[in-house]
C-alpha cells in the first residue's frame, strides 16, 4: 500500500505545470446616447467586459545558470454561434542556433458547433513551464504560437507573442 501511494505521488502533476484557464465574463450596461439632429435621447443595452484580458505574453518567474522558469499567459475570443476552446499548450522543441535555442509553444484551439452564453466574450490561459537549461546554450527564444486545429489543414498557426532570454553562464 506505501508503494502504491508513492508511485501516486511521483505520476501527479504539481498545480504548476496544469493549464489554467478563466472565462471572460461581460455584464449589460446601458448606455444613453443622444441624436445630434433631434436632440431626442436613445437608451440602449450593450454589454462590457468586467473580466480583464490577459495579453498574450512570456514572463520570466525565474532563471539561473541551470533552469528557466516562465509563465506563458494569452486569451482566446470565443462569443456568437461558434465556442472555442483551448484544448492544451503543446511544447515543441526547436531548433539549436549556434548558443540559442528556440522554443515553441502551440496553444491548440478547437471549434465547436453551439452557441456560447452572452455573459461568456472569450477564455483566458496561463501555464508555468520549467526549462532545463543544455550546457551550451546563453540565449533562449520562446515563441508561443495559436493553432486552430479545426480550420483548413493548410493554414499555419499564428504567432502571438515571443521572448528572448539570455546570459546564461555555466561555473
Known amino acids: 500500500m506505501i ?14 505545470q496544469k493549464l489554467k484557464i478563466a472565462t ?10 443622444e441624436i445630434p439632429e433631434t436632440g431626442k ?9 468586467v473580466t480583464e484580458r ?4 512570456i514572463l520570466m518567474l525565474s532563471k539561473n545558470a541551470e ?7 494569452g486569451n482566446i475570443d470565443s462569443s456568437g454561434h461558434n465556442i472555442h476552446q483551448v484544448r492544451k499548450i503543446r511544447f515543441e522543441k ?17 471549434k465547436k458547433p453551439g452557441k456560447e452564453s452572452a455573459d461568456v466574450k472569450g477564455y483566458n490561459y ?3 513551464e520549467t526549462y532545463n537549461i543544455p550546457n551550451d546554450v546563453k540565449i533562449i527564444k520562446i515563441e508561443l504560437y495559436e493553432d486552430r486545429i479545426n480550420d483548413a489543414p493548410d493554414s499555419k498557426p499564428k504567432l502571438i507573442a515571443q521572448q528572448i532570454f539570455n546570459s546564461f553562464v555555466k561555473i
Do not use: W
Request: charge should be positive; hydrophobic fraction near 35%.
Open 126 to 128: 496561463t501555464k508555468d
Open 94 to 110: 526547436g531548433e539549436l542556433n549556434g548558443n540559442g535555442i528556440t522554443l515553441r509553444y502551440y496553444v491548440e484551439i478547437k
Open 67 to 73: 533552469t528557466l522558469q516562465f509563465r506563458i499567459q
Open 54 to 57: 490577459l495579453s498574450p505574453m
Open 3 to 16: 508503494s502504491t501511494s508513492f508511485l501516486t505521488l511521483l505520476s501527479c502533476e504539481t498545480d504548476a
Open 24 to 33: 471572460i465574463y461581460a455584464a449589460p450596461k446601458r448606455v444613453v446616447k
Open 41 to 49: 435621447t436613445h437608451i440602449y443595452t450593450t454589454r462590457q467586459e
